[in-house]
């Protein structure tokens, strides 16, 4: 007689591992449908929910980055610029970001202080390099928005 036995069953488990941010928007979701995560990726696994790319730019620049394409951006034109138009600039770029987009360009908080926005940091930087590069640019040829508005309409 010949006799069958049951092979020992084979549990396989997968460790996925994921960074902070992404744990903690794995989380919104889940509460979003009440639930908890486990219960959330089950009922992925069983199919009784699906998830949907959707395609950001998520890309996020700096204060920094920003700030540089400025200076640049002013030597492209023979443009005088301080530490405090490039605030200014900075500022206006945020501004025009969340009003069209919804959301922010980069992540810094600026502070309201007497000659308009400021992000301490940026500000202390923007002097040190500004300081250096000596007599780069040479006198304000036109106004700051002048210049602003001639790139919008290229």
Known sequence: MLAMTQ??????????????????????IAEQFNLSVSELLEHLAKGELKVVAVSTNSETLSDREIANYFIWLASQFDVEINA???????????????????????NADFQAWVHGPVIPDLLAS??????????????????IWSMMMKLWNE
Do not use: D
């Open 84 to 106: 405090y138009k490039l605030q200014k600039l900075v500022y206006y770029a945020q501004a025009w970001h969340l009003a069209i987009y919804g959301t922010p360009l980069f």
């Open 7 to 28: 092979a020992p069953s084979i549990k396989t488990e997968y460790q996925v591992t994921v960074n902070y941010p992404v744990w903690q928007r794995v989380e919104k």
């Open 126 to 143: 923007a002097r040190n390099f500004l300081k250096k590069s000596g007599n780069f640019w040479k006198k304000l040829q036109m106004p």
